[in-house]
């Protein structure tokens, strides 16, 4: 359960800085080099190995770097792929900027049910019923991501689903000042600041950190672990016609993400040699909901088993597509 913790300088979870401030709700862009002296009553560096040891158990058998086989689309597969991430989302290191050490934060709430989640599934992303998953953000064959609705978008909020409907994780817009929050109000200028999400586990762990730096035309997304590790970019190659990314890692282009028309909607995933392992599919949720909220909700099919960094690109490709191309037409401005 989320704790009141109050305003203060308290160490840095992303491990960038010394200390960061902590507004009382949620992480700002200020920081210091050197952590300050822990006052009485302040959250303990040894509190972090209670947060993160929350749910533990679970995503130890459905975390990403398990190493126990799971079952993924109907085929056995070694969960440890990928070993070079191995470690870096797990453990007393998973700690982001979403709230303080020794806090949990609760999972974002929206009101998709089960049966509204597989209806979207099946019958609006037109997906048949794939094989069972790991139950984990990175074992699952399909993801469902769903904002939260709102008026006027000031924090991006998402939940993630299985395809039965089961929420499995969020993802949180963090580090606002709020001026920020005054701007993206007030102005439409929200698509040229910069804007930091946080993927969680449904323990409330944090899985991956993605970084949209501000921009004027085309969109970058840096992928990150927890800690800070980059894992790679999603790299925005035009603004006309149908829009490309490119997932980038260690300098080399592993794959991209391509839209199929000019809506940008329908978007094939594809891995170096240019071989579909995805789709992310927007689906349409009526007039009435897409006129006077800002909520909009993607549905993640998975092909087959991905190695990283992909496997964290694609994971990423919802949150990349609506953060970069549907944020721009948003705010009162």
Request: aromatic content about 8%.
């Amino acid at each position: 359960m989320t704790q009141n913790v109050p305003p203060g300088w308290y160490a840095d979870p992303s491990g960038q800085h010394g200390s960061r401030w902590w507004d009382g709700n949620q992480w700002t862009d200020h920081t210091q080099p050197t952590p300050p002296p822990v006052a009485p009553g302040q959250p303990q560096q040894a509190d972090q190995s209670r947060y993160a040891g929350q749910g533990q158990q679970q995503h130890a058998v459905q975390g990403p770097h398990s190493g126990q086989g799971q079952q993924y689309a109907g085929q056995q597969y070694a969960a440890g792929q990928g070993q070079q991430y191995a470690g870096r989302g797990s453990g007393a290191g998973a700690v982001g900027w979403g709230t303080p050490q020794g806090v949990v934060p609760a999972p974002v709430q929206t009101n998709h049910t089960p049966e509204r989640v597989q209806r979207q599934v099946r019958e609006q992303a037109g997906l048949p019923a794939a094989g069972p998953g790991g139950g984990s953000l990175f074992s699952e064959p399909v993801l469902v991501v769903n904002q939260k609705s709102k008026i006027i978008e000031v924090t991006n909020e998402y939940a993630v689903f299985d395809q039965q409907g089961r929420q499995i994780g969020s993802v949180v817009e963090v580090g606002q000042s709020a001026l920020k929050k005054a701007v993206r109000v007030l102005s439409s200028w929200d698509q040229f600041l910069t804007h930091r999400l946080e993927v969680r586990d449904a323990a409330g762990v944090p899985q991956l950190l993605l970084v949209r730096p501000a921009k004027v035309f085309k969109s970058k997304v840096i992928v990150s672990t927890p800690d800070g590790a980059e894992l790679g970019t999603i790299s925005q190659q035009n603004v006309f016609g149908k829009i490309r990314f490119d997932l980038q890692s260690g300098g080399a282009t592993i794959g991209a993400i391509k839209a199929e028309n000019w809506r940008a909607w329908n978007f094939s995933i594809v891995d170096h040699t240019e071989t579909e392992v995805a789709r992310v599919t927007k689906t349409w949720e009526g007039l009435v909901r897409n006129m006077f909220t800002t909520a909009d909700n993607y549905v993640v099919q998975l092909h087959r088993p991905l190695p990283q960094p992909l496997l964290s690109m694609v994971v990423a490709s919802a949150l990349t597509i609506d953060t970069a191309l549907k944020q721009d037409s948003r705010g009162l401005g």
